[in-house]
């Protein structure tokens, strides 16, 4: 039990769920969608999942809002942001050194991928790439 939070009982199921998903995902890529009412735990799920995990796995997350329900991808986006470090309102030439430093960092660096992230997160990417003008 870590400081400061309750035993974690009664979801052994949910707990479950996730340690079968991560087993597959050494296959492939893999996406689990955790929803439910604000306050139910979804955040602690996911907290007490990741300590069980081994150290040196990537993971991405990503959340929404009930505000953001008519944003296309939403929860990608954020992913996309927090993983980038990026923020809402960042300049544009600021966002793309972080993509470009990011993607060459995990070994994704492509045209495709230069091309298409920074049209996920609004902008338009650069000139003759998928996305760009």
Known sequence: MSRGL?????????IEVLERTFIQARSGIRVVD?????GIGKSRLLHEFRQRMD????VLSGSCSPDAQQTAL??????????FRVSAGEAKK????KLEMGLT???LH?????????HLLGFQGPRGRIGGA
């Open 6 to 14: 309750s035993a974690f009982v009664g979801r052994e199921r949910e």
């Open 34 to 38: 955790v929803a439910a009412e604000p």
């Open 55 to 58: 150290k040196g796995v990537f």
């Open 74 to 83: 939403s929860p990608f986006i954020e992913v996309v942001r927090g993983s």
């Open 94 to 97: 600021s966002v793309a050194q």
């Open 105 to 107: 960092t995990l070994g």
């Open 110 to 118: 492509s045209f495709r991928n230069v091309g298409l992230l920074p």
